[in-house]
C-alpha cells in the first residue's frame, strides 16, 4: 500500500513481474485468462510457474465465464475472481457467479456505456466493484483513461462495497486519476508495460513512488 492507496499490477505472465510489483508495493497481482487478452495465460501456463510467485493476494481475470471455465480455475489458489462482462446481462448469470466464488471473493467488472450508471440490484453479488473506461468492442485493456468523476458518484453512493479504478492508468497521470476520481484502490497494466503484456520494473517503480507522492 502506498499512502493510502492500495493497487493491483494487472496482466501478470511471469514469477518475476510478479516478485518486482510485490517489491514495489502492488497489494494484488492479476493473472488474465482471456483468450482474446495480448496477457492471456492459459491454465498450464500459470501452474508451470505458480510455485514460484511471491506472497501476495492472487486474482484470476475473466470474461463471462462459464461455469465449467470458473470451476477449473478454483484450484489453483485464487483469493479472488474478478470477471468482466457485459451489462445486459440477466441478473441470475451475475447471481452464479457469487454464488460459486462467494461475494467476498468476487470482483464484478460491468461494461458500463457512458450514459449508464451501475444498477443497485447488483452490489449484493460482490464486495468489489471495478470501473474500467468503456469501450464498445473490448473488455478492458483500451489503455485510455476512463469517467473519473463518473468513479467518484459511485464511490459516493455506495461506500459499503470497494470500487477499483482501471483503465489507462500510469506514471504520469495516476496523480490526476486519484484527484479526479477519489479512487483508493486502483488497478494498472498497460501503465507499466515495455509491449503488450512485458511489465517493466523502472515503470511499476515509478508508479508507486507516484502514488507516494
Given at each position: 500500500?502506498?499512502?493510502?492507496?492500495?493497487?493491483?499490477?494487472?496482466?501478470?505472465?511471469?514469477?518475476?513481474?510478479a516478485?518486482?510489483?510485490?517489491?514495489?508495493?502492488?497489494?494484488?497481482?492479476g493473472f488474465?485468462?482471456?483468450p482474446?487478452?495480448?496477457?492471456?495465460?492459459?491454465?498450464?501456463?500459470?501452474?508451470?510457474?505458480?510455485?514460484?510467485l511471491?506472497?501476495?493476494?492472487?486474482?484470476?481475470?475473466l470474461?463471462?465465464?462459464?461455469?465449467?471455465?470458473?470451476?477449473?480455475?478454483?484450484?489453483?489458489?485464487?483469493?479472488?475472481?474478478?470477471?468482466?462482462?457485459?451489462?445486459?446481462?440477466?441478473?441470475?448469470?451475475?447471481?452464479?457467479?457469487?454464488?460459486?466464488?462467494?461475494p467476498?471473493?468476487?470482483w464484478l467488472a460491468?461494461?458500463?456505456?457512458?450514459?449508464?450508471?451501475?444498477?443497485?440490484?447488483?452490489?449484493?453479488?460482490?464486495r468489489f466493484?471495478?470501473?474500467?473506461?468503456f469501450?464498445a468492442d473490448?473488455?478492458?485493456?483500451?489503455?485510455?483513461?476512463?469517467?473519473?468523476?463518473?468513479?467518484?458518484?459511485?464511490?459516493?453512493?455506495?461506500?459499503?462495497?470497494?470500487?477499483?479504478?482501471?483503465?489507462?492508468?500510469?506514471?504520469?497521470n495516476?496523480?490526476?486519476?486519484l484527484?479526479?476520481?477519489?479512487?483508493?484502490?486502483?488497478?494498472?497494466?498497460?501503465?507499466?508495460?515495455?509491449?503488450?503484456?512485458?511489465?517493466?520494473?523502472?515503470?511499476?517503480?515509478?508508479?508507486?513512488?507516484?502514488?507516494?507522492?
Open positions: 500500500m502506498n499512502a493510502g492507496i492500495q493497487f493491483k499490477v494487472c496482466g501478470i505472465m511471469t514469477a518475476e513481474a516478485d518486482f510489483s510485490v517489491r514495489h508495493g502492488a497489494s494484488y497481482l488474465n485468462f482471456y482474446k487478452s495480448p496477457r492471456y495465460l492459459s491454465p498450464e501456463k500459470f501452474r508451470e510457474f505458480a510455485h514460484r511471491p506472497i501476495g493476494k492472487k486474482v484470476a481475470v470474461v463471462e465465464p462459464t461455469a465449467a471455465e470458473l470451476a477449473a480455475l478454483q484450484g489453483l489458489g485464487f483469493d479472488f475472481f474478478q470477471i468482466h462482462f457485459r451489462a445486459e446481462l440477466p441478473l441470475a448469470q451475475i447471481a452464479g457467479w457469487s454464488k460459486a466464488v462467494g467476498e471473493r468476487l460491468p461494461k458500463l456505456p457512458p450514459g449508464l450508471d451501475l444498477p443497485a440490484a447488483w452490489l449484493p453479488f460482490a466493484f471495478m470501473l474500467d473506461t469501450s473490448r473488455f478492458g485493456g483500451t489503455g485510455q483513461t476512463g469517467d473519473w468523476a463518473k468513479f467518484g458518484r459511485h464511490q459516493l453512493a455506495y461506500p459499503a462495497v470497494t470500487w477499483i479504478l482501471a483503465g489507462g492508468l500510469n506514471p504520469d495516476i496523480g490526476a486519476a484527484r479526479g476520481s477519489g479512487a483508493r484502490f486502483v488497478d494498472v497494466s498497460s501503465g507499466v508495460e515495455s509491449a503488450p503484456g512485458v511489465k517493466d520494473e523502472a515503470k511499476v517503480r515509478a508508479f508507486a513512488a507516484s502514488l507516494r507522492r
